[in-house]
């Protein structure tokens, strides 16, 4: 039995390897960035990828998210294996670059780590089980000690502003979200958790008023046309799918609005939550008069309410924007909705740009249940095990972000 040389076998798996990375690479270069052109940190990152050597941090980071990118596109066990290998690889790079004061390395740096955030949203596009965002998280924690005088170029103050944006500025929020799950774990009100949640109100309500101003009277992020949907058997509850489609001028102003939307969602959570609580708490009347926090309670769920409505209803634009013709289809049962025989380029990065917003929303308990399986719907669109999936999505505790 004729055996064949281990050289020529090492050859023949490191050539697959490197066609796989082209092809890989091809596909994002190529394909996925147009879909998302107008990026400032993506148009960033092609033009110090191509000016850095392939073997620079940066470069490998944009390896990582390219491989997985494919493995999302088309399917390979081998694929998945080196995505992740690369990815670990990255990781453990940008940690031992912590205290590099290189003035040439700080940008590709800083994009390394924004590509990082880009390869754990697209793992979380399918439902993979991971821990991979704790590391990230870590990372960017570290970046806080660096010394002063790292990253003066504006470019890299820019991309710091969008690394803090999703770190050091949801400090607060997380903090509520933290006292929130800490305050309602307890079996019965008693006068700590009620002065407790008074404070956890006071807080919140303080947020939310900050935020609701951000955006009122900016007619830029309002929608610029509605579709009317048409109700269905699906549709036969009191709480149902969205009686529109949303129209946006532009994507960008879309996903901001929605990242909006979501920080409003959550606050208004817990406002709604903890008024209800000190209502029917025994040590109520210390805090002031009852109704009072009945009453915020309820405009609390009113506004959250109108704005998942207005959330859902962007849905669809914010996926695929192009394919507005076909919105009069919608809604679709749960379940129900049609699916490509393999994701498109154009839906794999309109879900990267949407996925983190739909799944906190959908976590949140006061959203209506036939709202959530809407959302739940376009959080498997990508899934290899969309029924399995979408009954552990359904399942999913709102945690901490």
Known sequence: ??????????????????????????????RLLPCLRGNYFLDLTRDHYFALDPTSLLAKATLAVALNVLDVYRPQAHTRTMALEVYNEVVGLVKTSIGDTSAAVETSFLLALCQLEVFEVVDFLSLRPSSMFAHTSGVMAIIKMQPPGLFR??????????????????????????????????????????????SLFDDAMTAEARLAGWIDGDVYRSPETSLALSPNAAAASEDVFPSRIDIYHSLPLARTTNTWRTCRILLLNIIQKTGTYIQAS????????????????????????????????????????????????????????????????????????????????????????SQRQWMQEYMTLLSRNPAVDRERAMRVELKPW
């Open 282 to 369: 025994p040590q109520a009347w210390e805090f002031g008069n009852q109704a009072f926090f009945a009453g915020h309670a309820q405009k609390a769920r009113e506004n959250l309410l109108g704005l998942v409505d207005d959330f859902c209803a962007s849905i669809p634009f914010c996926v695929n924007a192009k394919e507005t013709a076909n919105f009069a289809d919608y809604p679709h049962p749960p379940g129900a909705a049609p699916r490509a025989a393999a994701p498109t380029v154009e839906l794999i990065a309109g879900m990267a740009m949407t996925i983190a917003s739909i799944s906190k929303v959908s976590q949140v308990h006061s959203v209506p249940w």
């Open 1 to 30: 039995m004729s055996t064949v040389p281990t050289e020529e076998l090492d050859s023949s798996f490191s050539d697959a390897r490197e066609d796989t990375q082209q092809r890989a690479l091809s596909l994002y270069f190529d």
């Open 153 to 198: 170029s504006p470019e890299s103050q820019m991309i710091l502003q969008h690394i803090r944006a999703h770190t050091v500025g949801n400090n607060q929020k997380m903090d509520l979200l933290i006292r929130e799950q800490g305050l309602f774990t307890a079996v019965a009100p008693h006068h700590e958790s009620a002065a407790e949640a008074l």
